[in-house]
């Protein structure tokens, strides 16, 4: 089984654009290997569910960047634990392995936002780029290993590894 798990608070403008990237991909992957969880914050509940999979992909924002701008990393278990409000995809790995055994390869695809107030609209660049985003997350589900995801996949997408 491989595990998509979108985050954000979807009250919080951009902020919710992985949230709405996993209720948008639900419906296609119902009857298929691949469980799709949105969610407003990331829970320690997941890393019994990442220990199961073979691959984990994370969707969130991000603050950071041009907005609209899709980045790709591999993402590695480390403790930040400090906050079960602020766990990290990291943390979700480190517990996986810590509680259950195994660490899946994972990957996390953020979004750029531009605007992070109170609203339930994204922004327009957010808007633009998330049919992009969904592409990209599709064709990174489809591939058998994540390693070898295209960086060319999608226009203004990037794929961050340990070896760029």
Sequence with gaps: MKL???????????????????SQLAPDYADSNVMVQA????????????AQAE?????DASATGPAG?????HVEPASNLCDTHTLQPSDILYLARTLYGHT???LLVTIAGAEFELSDQLSPA????????IIQIK?????KQHQHASKAAVSGSKL????N
């Design 4 to 22: 998509l798990i979108g985050y954000g608070n979807t009250l919080r403008q951009d902020d919710g654009a992985g949230w709405l990237i996993a």
């Design 39 to 50: 969610a407003h914050q990331l829970m320690p509940e997941y890393a019994a569910l990442a």
């Design 55 to 59: 691959q984990v992909i994370f969707v």
């Design 69 to 73: 701008q899709v980045l790709i990393r």
């Design 104 to 106: 899946p390869p994972a």
């Design 126 to 133: 957010v808007t633009t780029a998330m049919p992009a985003a």
């Design 139 to 143: 064709n990174l589900l489809a591939t």
């Design 160 to 163: 961050v590894t340990n070896d």
